[in-house]
Nanobody, 115 residues
Framework: QVQLVESGGGLVQTGGSLRLSCAAS????????MGWYRQAPGSQRELVAR???????NYADSVKGRFTISRDNADNTVYLQMNNLKPDDTAVYYC?????????WGQGTQVTVSS
């Protein structure tokens, strides 16, 4: 059973930084994609950033230049460094991994950016 453990959310002021972490366990298969999604109240869940197993990345336009995704394949961990945070970044952030065609989700971590 794949488990995802997230950490790093919290409350920060506009312009501040946070770093999210997500550790995956419970599978010996290669993790094809690791990424982060977010969902603000009243909005649909949206992709923030994701990373392929060979280092490719893509980002939502709204976070380009401010957020950086990275992953440690040895530890099956993905990180999201968030800089210059804005109130619009306030949301629950969910870790997501794709293994053998199946999507797995973390429990979510709240990020709140105060103005």
């Amino acid at each position: 059973q794949v488990q995802l453990v997230e950490s790093g959310g919290g409350l920060v002021q506009t312009g501040g930084s946070l770093r999210l972490s997500c550790a995956a366990s419970g599978s010996n298969d290669r993790i094809e994609l690791m990424g982060w999604y977010r969902q603000a109240p009243g909005s649909q869940r949206e992709l923030v950033a994701r990373s392929t197993s060979i280092g490719g990345t893509n980002y939502a336009d709204s976070v380009k230049g401010r957020f950086t995704i990275s992953r440690d394949n040895a530890d099956n961990t993905v990180y999201l460094q968030m800089n210059n945070l804005k109130p619009d970044d306030t949301a629950v952030y969910y870790c997501n991994v794709l293994i053998q065609g199946y999507n797995y989700w973390g429990q979510g971590t709240q990020v709140t950016v105060s103005s």
